[in-house]
């Protein structure tokens, strides 16, 4: 089948790489332009991009897809389908009818739960034992067109958000596949809108620890940030990320959230709100991520003291 392509992230690889080795032809590709990245704000291309350039395939990066010459490229690229997996732009109603299939989406999770832009994220973030995949077909309204098809994927307690993304998306891909292969033969079926939760993107404060919350939270919201990002606070006027948590056997009798319990080389235990947290590995802003016995050699910390204090 012939196809335009729309995409961004390495998920959106997985996906673009299964589609060429199933034989699809690929008319163009779409994603995100160059974005400036790291402490330079160097310009840095997508995954999606480097993949396409690297395999010689047309590559599109526009600032918005509310652009008529758009419209007339896609109309006449004979393209069956556009298959989108990540790209993160809203796609303009007049585009949605230009192929024959329309626009087919790979959204990470059992919708109608988890519509939005991180439904992998929230996924962990809440602790939940499963998610899945739907391929569904875009219509007008966020992530509420009908679906062909979905597949649920355990998610195993060790998985951060890195892991998640990967086994979804080889699970989204062989379903994508097997959804083209027999579309002429599947009616897609209309989601519940009433069961419907949404899943926004984090911002900038998500990670900032609330000590209140349960230790299993500050776990679960740890992976859902990791291993790019992590849940962070602050002690002396320091701002501390916390790179391996877990929640500790230790019982919490009382003590104000936030406080140390107990200090060893191998790891810090603070109070939570129900239970307590074993802290194994700290980064200091503007330093190198340290296992604790190096961190608590410049930093002489004691039982009682508390963290969340800015």
């Not at 620890?209 to 606070?233: C, E, G």
Request: include cysteine; charged fraction near 25%.
């Amino acid at each position: 089948m012939k196809l335009i392509y729309m995409g961004t992230p390495e998920f959106s690889v997985t996906v673009l790489k299964a589609l060429m080795e199933k034989g699809h032809e690929i008319a163009m590709v779409f994603t995100q332009p160059d974005r400036p990245k790291g402490r330079g704000k160097k310009l840095q291309a997508s995954p999606v991009a480097i993949f396409a350039k690297e395999e010689g395939l047309a590559l599109y990066q526009p600032q918005t897809l509310r652009d008529e010459s758009l419209v007339t490229l896609i109309k006449d690229s004979g393209a069956e389908a556009v298959i989108v997996a990540a790209y993160g732009r809203i796609i303009p109603d007049e585009m949605l009818t230009l192929p024959r299939y329309g626009f087919i989406n790979v959204h990470a999770s059992l919708l109608p739960k988890y519509r939005g832009a991180a439904p992998i994220q929230w996924a962990l973030r809440n602790g939940d034992a499963e998610t899945g995949v739907s391929i569904m077909r875009i219509e007008s309204g966020l992530d509420e067109g009908a679906v062909y098809a979905q597949q649920a994927v355990e998610i195993l307690p060790c998985w951060n958000k890195a892991d998640l993304f990967d086994a979804l998306a080889e699970v989204g891909s062989d379903l994508l596949v097997d959804v083209l292969d027999g579309i002429d033969g599947l009616s897609p079926e209309p989601q519940n809108n009433a069961a419907a939760t949404y899943a926004p993107m984090f911002g900038k404060h998500d990670g900032c620890i609330d000590f209140s919350m349960a230790a299993k939270d500050l776990v679960n919201l740890q992976r859902s940030l990791s291993p790019d990002d992590s849940i962070y606070t602050f002690i002396n006027n320091q701002r501390l990320s916390f790179k391996d948590v877990e929640v500790s056997d230790m019982i919490n009798d009382n003590k104000l959230p936030g406080t140390i319990l107990a200090l060893s080389k191998k790891c810090i235990t603070i109070a939570c709100g129900d239970g307590a947290l074993d802290v194994r590995e700290i980064h200091p802003a503007g330093k190198k991520s340290m296992p604790i016995h190096a961190f608590l050699n410049g930093h002489p910390l004691k039982v009682g003291d508390r963290f969340g204090e800015n």
